[in-house]
């Protein structure tokens, strides 16, 4: 794989740079912070700034070049270079439920799935890809518009064009409003499918002057809308449509290169037995090949298998595609952005980098108030416990760190939550929990031979359950380990000197009487001088009448054999103050 070449003309944002470097944007921000950087994902860093990040990171296989003109700048906000190659436009069509939005997708690809869907809910994003005219339209089906708001946050853009589909005999509706407010919030080009124009109430004006006053202007009346009526049932003025996406993307002159390391977007991803992770990806630049190394989000694959939306194998990727792979370590979220790295070993930098920065991100966003407060009282004293959570689904994860964060450890144990996760645990749980006072713990899942052998040679403990009272119970056991233990005196007795006869320099041999309570083997003494503690010694031995003995008692008068640490002069009227110190743990 080649060198990539990231070109910063002046500066370069926070945002822009990791997207470009394939990191969360909290990474980046955290690794800035440690450079002593307080810095907000819209700032701007020069090129100076940002070549040392990327060396402090470790990251190799790229290249900052500084970049004295601006080039056209796409879409996506990425700088494109000179040979950047035309790409197919990627469509969304959005719209209120039951305006066509399925029948739309399917007549466009000759197929018949509507009838069985109830409601016309689309479960899943998947993409398409037609061929219209010989040149291809990605089409996007349509998710939920908070999974579109999603990647919006993560800051690419993955939709060219929206397609928003208005049933003419129903008008403009809540979804439809939301498409629009999605479509200009994604800067992407609206072109609006006036559906279902067969059916009798159909009143394509109306729903044009309905539209025109949310906002959306018809080119035949002078605004900037295409508007094309259509029956997606009847396969009417379909073509037109299209025809008119085409030239949306002409208009925009939709590029990407593709001699850079391959990039996009995760947009669908689910477990399938036999094949482990199955992700859907939109390749947005360079060309993605099996066997390839691609980082995304938290987790990282060897594209092991790749096949086009109909399930035909696929050797390699453009721009605008969409393709299901395989070889994923983990999910991979909707909305995070992937990028093709050299080998194993860099992908799995990357991916820990990511997660390391998402769990220092969950783990502030969970910080209250009451906690805050407890740490700035007592940040001194206070002790972290990390765990990592995995868990059969998500709906027990959940439970279980809910519960975790319930014990109540007066907050002198501040609870970190490494990382959660769905399904047995990984290679890289073990790797992210080799730290102090870290623990994994599972919750209806295995853990795979070769991952415990790894966890015992890094000292990892992996700890799993099926109740969740018995996994808390050990948590509890875990943190009471960490609490400070508390120091506990009892007073046995008092002694006045009345004799010194020897003093050595960690012994004394002395005699005196006892006043209060009593003096053993073993006990402690504090001795006083008048109000003056002078030293600590350990009681050796106890004599009466020079016979060895267990006790002296209040009223009587025998001799001692002390220890101390270093040399004390014991003095006549001294006193000492007998008693045992014991270290008591808590528990939780
Ligand atoms: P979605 O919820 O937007 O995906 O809507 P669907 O595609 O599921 O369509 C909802 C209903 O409208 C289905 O019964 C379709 O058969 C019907 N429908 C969709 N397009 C047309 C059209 O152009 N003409 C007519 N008459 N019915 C349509």
């Not at 500084?66 to 270079?81: D, G, M, V």
């Not at 959005?94 to 869907?117: N, P």
């Not at 691609?294 to 969409?322: E, H, Q, W």
């Not at 025998?558 to 101390?564: D, H, N, P, Q, R």
């Amino acid at each position: 794989m080649q060198e990539k070449v990231i070109q910063i003309t002046g500066s370069i944002t926070v945002d822009e740079l990791a997207n470009a470097l394939g990191l969360s944007v909290t990474t980046l921000i955290g690794q800035l912070f440690k450079e002593g950087i307080v810095a907000t994902i819209n700032q701007r860093l020069d090129f100076d700034t940002a070549s040392i990040i990327i060396d402090e990171l470790g990251i190799e296989g790229v290249r900052l070049e500084k970049k004295n003109s601006s080039t056209q700048i796409s879409h996506e906000q990425r700088e494109l270079s000179d040979h950047a190659v035309e790409r197919p436009p990627v469509v969304a069509v959005m719209g209120h439920v039951d305006h066509g939005k399925t029948t739309l997708l399917d007549t466009l690809l000759h197929k018949k799935t509507v009838e069985g869907e109830a409601g016309g809910i689309t479960q899943h994003i998947s993409a398409y890809q037609l061929k219209y005219n010989d040149r291809l339209i990605t089409f996007l089906d349509t998710p939920g518009h908070e999974a579109f708001a999603a990647i919006r946050q993560h800051g690419a853009m993955l939709t060219d064009i929206v397609v928003i589909v208005v049933a003419a005999d129903d008008g403009v509706k809540p979804q439809t409003i939301e498409a629009i407010k999605f479509a200009q919030g994604a800067n992407a080009k609206i072109i609006v499918a006036i559906n279902k124009i067969d059916r009798e109430g159909a009143d394509v004006p109306r729903t044009m002057a309905d539209l025109a006053q949310h906002g959306l202007q018809p080119e035949e009346w002078g605004g900037d809308i295409t508007m094309v009526p259509i029956s997606a049932k009847q396969n009417q003025n379909l073509d037109k449509l299209l025809d008119m996406i085409l030239l949306t993307a002409d208009l925009e002159e939709l590029k990407a290169d593709v001699d850079i390391p391959s990039e996009g977007l995760v947009i669908e991803s689910h477990m399938e037995t036999g094949k482990g992770s199955v992700v859907n990806l939109l390749v947005t630049g360079g060309e993605l090949k099996t066997g390839e190394f691609i980082v995304a989000g938290n987790t990282y694959a060897k594209v092991r298998t790749m096949v086009d939306f109909r399930g035909k194998p696929k050797g390699k990727a453009l721009p605008s595609t969409p393709v299901t792979v395989t070889g994923f370590k983990e999910l991979p979220n909707f909305g995070d952005r992937f990028i093709e790295v050299a080998d194993e070993k860099a992908a799995r930098k990357m991916a820990l980098l990511n997660a390391n920065a998402s769990a220092d991100a969950s783990a502030s966003a969970n910080v209250t108030s009451t906690d805050l407060l407890r740490m700035m009282t007592k940040a001194d004293n206070s002790k972290v416990f990390n765990v990592l959570i995995k868990g059969d689904v998500l709906g027990s994860v959940t439970s279980v760190v809910d519960s975790l964060k319930m014990i109540d450890t007066g907050g002198e144990i501040t609870l970190n939550i490494v990382a959660t996760g769905v399904g047995d645990v990984t290679e890289n749980d073990v790797y992210m929990a080799t730290g102090e006072n870290t623990v994994i713990y599972g919750f209806n899942v295995g853990v795979p031979i070769n991952i415990s052998k790894m966890a015992a040679r890094d000292n990892v403990p992996i700890r799993c359950y099926k109740v969740i009272y018995e996994l808390l119970d050990d948590a509890k056991k875990e943190m009471s380990k960490l609490l400070d233990a508390e120091i506990v005196e009892t007073p046995v007795g008092k002694m006045k000197i009345k004799g010194v006869f020897r003093t050595e320099r960690t012994a004394i041999i002395a005699g005196g009487e006892v006043t209060e309570g009593k003096c053993e083997p073993g006990v402690l003494a504090r001795i006083i001088r008048g109000k003056e503690i002078i030293g600590e010694a350990k009681v050796e031995s106890v004599q009466k009448e020079k016979m060895g003995v267990s006790e002296l008692i209040s009223g009587e008068i025998g001799g001692l054999a002390l220890s101390t640490e270093h040399k004390i002069q014991l003095e006549i009227g001294d006193k000492l103050e007998f008693f045992t110190r014991e270290e008591k743990r808590k528990e939780l």
